[in-house]
């Protein structure tokens, strides 16, 4: 049986028309050794847009574990996400913000922490044929380990809008 695509030039401007979500249950443990983005184990999906020229709202969120166990000064991670290849800006920021979560570490004493690195960024669909929608982490002055998704699970939403 085919598939029947939706008539979304009937749908007022605003309607959400499609919704798709992973879980982000694998842990990866981000390493620090390229100096660069590197695409997160199991955060990454295949989409099929309804229509060209419409809005996706793309919303992340990933659990990061940081542990400064055997060294003082600080270890940060962020992650961003990627849409057939481009790196997308997160609401308020540009895609290469390599801020996102921090631990300090004054004394040389174990530390760790868990957070929650939550992102959102809008794409404009050109087709519909199926993009690849990924995240990828970024550490800054990794000190002993830092691991995604490790304690808790993250997500990766796509919700599509009629533009």
């Known amino acids: 049986m085919a598939l029947t695509r939706l008539n979304t030039a009937a749908l007022p401007v605003g309607s959400l028309v499609q919704q798709k979500q992973i879980n982000l249950t694998t842990t990866d443990e981000v390493n620090q050794s390229t100096s660069t983005y590197t ?4 955060g990454s999906m295949s989409y099929t847009p309804e229509a060209s020229g419409n809005i996706l709202v793309i919303d992340s969120c990933v659990h990061f574990y940081v542990n400064n166990a055997t060294s003082s000064g600080w270890s940060g991670v962020t992650h961003r996400c990627v849409v057939d290849g481009t790196a997308k ?30 992102q959102n960024c809008t794409h404009t669909t050109t087709g519909t044929s199926a993009i690849t929608i990924k995240l990828q982490t970024f550490t800054i002055e990794r000190q002993d380990y830092i691991a995604a998704n490790q304690y808790a699970n993250g997500f990766l939403r796509v919700m599509e809008f009629v533009g």
């Open 39 to 42: 695409d997160l184990t199991g």
């Open 89 to 118: 800006a997160r609401q308020g920021g540009s895609p290469n913000d390599l801020y996102g979560l921090g631990l300090r570490d004054d004394d040389g004493s174990r530390s760790s922490a868990m957070f929650y690195d939550v």
